[in-house]
């Protein structure tokens, strides 16, 4: 749970870092960067939720590594996917 928060919480930041556009330019607000966070938490719920379906004890270690690393990978996914909608 604790993973989520934090990545989460930078997901957001990261997002709201380049929706600002240029730094000195706060004229301009791009809200493709958004995206980011938006497929962040599409990820966020799809873990949480093939992960609250079983118990700690059954759930396998690769799988829980597995979905630590995918929350942290949809970031730069995301800024990847953002920059085709500017």
């Known amino acids: 749970m604790g993973n989520i928060i934090l990545s989460g919480i930078v997901a957001f930041l990261i997002s709201w870092f380049f929706a ?35 118990k700690l004890e059954n759930t396998s270690y690769i799988k829980i590594v597995f979905g630590g690393l995918l929350l942290w990978i949809m970031i730069p996914i995301g800024l990847v996917i953002s920059n085709f909608f500017i």
């Open 20 to 54: 600002e556009g240029a730094i000195g330019d706060a004229n301009s607000i791009m809200p493709a960067f958004f995206f980011t966070f938006l497929i962040w938490a599409i990820c966020a719920l799809l873990i949480w939720k093939t992960s609250s379906k079983g």
